[in-house]
């Protein structure tokens, strides 16, 4: 199927999408906050640049997009239709690098959780996760270097 918009408006669509602060991140943070958890953001000298780090509590927390990271079996995660084999690619690459980030988080120590989007549109469900994760002792087998 053909996208219904102009390649220009595609582009610019697509120009939007955004890296860090996204609305499911803020309302993780915000979240995070208010239960009384401080936490740095995007790390540059972690694998990954991970969204939230709790350097205290050797846990790191991945906000990802369903759509961007392939979230399996959400109905964010929708195929594009447009020029699949080079976004099926993409996609591919996206799921195996996230993968492996984790890996080498779990290698360093870090205890890793993925947030996905869909999950933060319901605050009671969210805040039952965030806080299970947070308040449960650290699975590393390693210290974490903070």
Known sequence: MAD????ERRS?????????DTIPE????KLAHALGYRFRLHRRDLPGKPDLVF????KIAFVHGCFWHRHEGCRLATPS?????FWEAKFARNVERDQRVQEELRKLGWDVIVI?????????????????????ESQGAVAPSS
């Open 4 to 7: 219904r918009l102009t390649p």
């Open 116 to 136: 996905w989007e869909c999950e933060t549109r319901d605050p009671r469900k969210l805040e039952n996760k965030v806080r299970r994760f947070l308040a449960e």
């Open 55 to 58: 350097p205290r509590l050797g």
């Open 12 to 20: 610019y669509l697509m120009s939007r999408v955004r890296g860090k």
């Open 81 to 85: 239709k447009s020029r699949t084999e």
């Open 26 to 29: 803020l309302r993780v943070r």
